[in-house]
C-alpha cells in the first residue's frame, strides 16, 4: 500500500468535493466529552467546553501503547481548538480545525515527567449520506515525537433526521510515527449517534477494537 | 373618557396583537448532521419570547412557536443561529401552529 500521506492526498483528491470524525466543538456554550479505544495502540479522553461556537478549551488524556516495542507513552494535556472556517452549503457542511496545546508526558522509555506539546488539525466535510474526514495530530517532546494520521469516510444508508438515530458505515485508515504501528491500520466501524450521544465501534485488519463514545451537551 | 371610545382605544392597542405571527420559520444552510445541530434548540429554547422549536434536517428548516403576544426580532434570531454555527437565508413569520409543522416534517420524513 502507498504510504498515507500519498494515499490520503489520492483519497482527498478522489473525494473532492465530496469529503467526519467528531468535532471538537460542539456548539457556543456546550461541552464535548469523548473518549477512544484505540485498538490497543491509543487510548484517549477528551473534555472540551465551547464558549462560542468557533472555539473549545479543555484537556484531554492520551497513552500510546507501541505493538512494535515496548515504548508506553501517556500525556496529559492543556488544549485550544479553533475552528478555523466554515462552509455552510445547501445540503453540505465543511469544516476546517486546528488546535494546539501542553502538557506533562511521561513514559517507560525516559525517565521523570517532560513537558510535550501537542498540535494538529482536521478538514472534514458532510452531507446526510457521504462523511469524511482527514485528521493529523502531533504530541510532542525531546524524548518522542508521535504523529497520528487519521482518514475516516462514511457512508449512510439512509438520510437521518433531527430526533432520529443516525447509523453510518465508516472505513477508518491510520497511520502512527514513533514505532507505535507498522503500516497502514485500517477499520471498519459501525457509526450512532441520536441527541447529544455518538458511539461508534468496529475492528482493524489485525483483529483489534477500534471504539468511541462522544458527548455533547 | 366614555366608555365607548375607551374600548375602541384598548381594542387598537390589542388590534397589533391580533395579526402577530404564531410561528418563524427559518432555513437554514449546513444543517446536516443532528449530533451537531442540538446548539441551535438549545440556544433557541433560552430565548425568553420561545415557546417550542423543530427541527428538519430534510426541510433545511427551524421553525420557533413564540409565546402569546411575543416575537423575536429577526436580528436575535440570525444571532442565534449564527452563535450555533449555521447560516440563515430565509426568515419568514406565519400564522401555522408549531404542531401543524411538526406534523408536516413527520410526513414528509416517511
Known amino acids: 500500500m502507498a504510504r498515507l500521506p500519498e494515499f490520503l492526498m489520492w483519497a482527498l483528491v478522489s473525494t473532492a468535493p465530496a469529503l467526519a470524525i467528531g468535532k471538537p466543538i460542539a456548539f457556543a456554550n456546550g461541552t464535548t466529552v469523548m473518549i477512544e479505544y484505540g485498538a490497543g495502540t491509543m487510548q484517549e479522553a477528551q473534555i472540551f467546553y465551547a464558549p462560542q461556537y468557533n472555539y473549545s478549551v479543555g484537556g484531554g488524556h492520551v497513552e500510546f501503547d507501541s505493538d512494535i516495542t515496548t515504548e508506553t507513552v501517556r500525556i496529559t494535556y492543556a488544549r485550544l481548538n479553533y475552528l478555523l472556517h466554515r462552509w455552510n452549503l445547501e445540503s453540505a457542511q465543511a469544516n476546517v480545525y486546528v488546535w494546539g496545546g501542553a502538557g506533562a508526558a511521561t513514559g517507560n522509555t525516559f525517565t521523570g515527567t517532560e513537558f510535550a506539546f501537542n498540535a494538529g488539525g482536521q478538514a472534514d466535510y458532510e452531507t446526510r449520506r457521504i462523511y469524511a474526514s482527514l485528521k493529523t495530530d502531533l504530541q510532542k517532546a525531546n524524548a518522542f515525537s508521535i504523529r497520528v494520521d487519521t482518514l475516516q469516510l462514511g457512508i449512510a444508508p439512509y438520510e437521518h433526521d433531527y430526533n432520529q438515530i443516525a447509523t453510518w458505515f465508516v472505513v477508518q485508515a491510520r497511520q502512527y510515527t514513533d514505532d507505535i504501528h507498522h503500516g497502514t491500520e485500517v477499520a471498519a466501524l459501525l457509526r450512532l449517534f441520536k441527541g447529544g450521544a455518538w458511539i461508534e465501534a468496529g475492528v482493524t485488519n489485525g483483529g483489534k477494537l477500534q471504539a468511541m463514545a462522544m458527548f455533547n451537551f | ?110
Open chain 2, 1 to 110: 373618557m366614555n366608555p365607548c371610545r375607551a374600548l375602541l382605544v384598548f381594542l387598537l392597542a390589542l388590534a397589533p396583537l391580533a395579526v402577530r405571527a404564531a410561528t418563524i420559520e427559518m432555513h437554514v444552510n449546513g444543517l446536516v448532521c443532528a449530533f451537531c445541530a442540538q446548539g441551535i434548540e438549545k440556544k433557541l429554547r433560552k430565548l425568553p419570547a420561545t415557546a417550542d422549536v423543530v427541527v428538519s434536517l430534510e426541510d433545511r428548516l427551524v421553525a420557533v412557536a413564540l409565546k402569546d403576544g411575543q416575537d423575536i426580532p429577526d436580528v436575535d434570531l440570525r444571532k442565534a443561529l449564527t452563535d450555533a454555527g449555521y447560516t440563515v437565508t430565509a426568515i419568514q413569520r406565519t400564522e401555522t401552529p408549531i404542531d401543524a409543522i411538526r406534523a408536516r416534517v413527520k410526513q414528509a420524513r416517511r
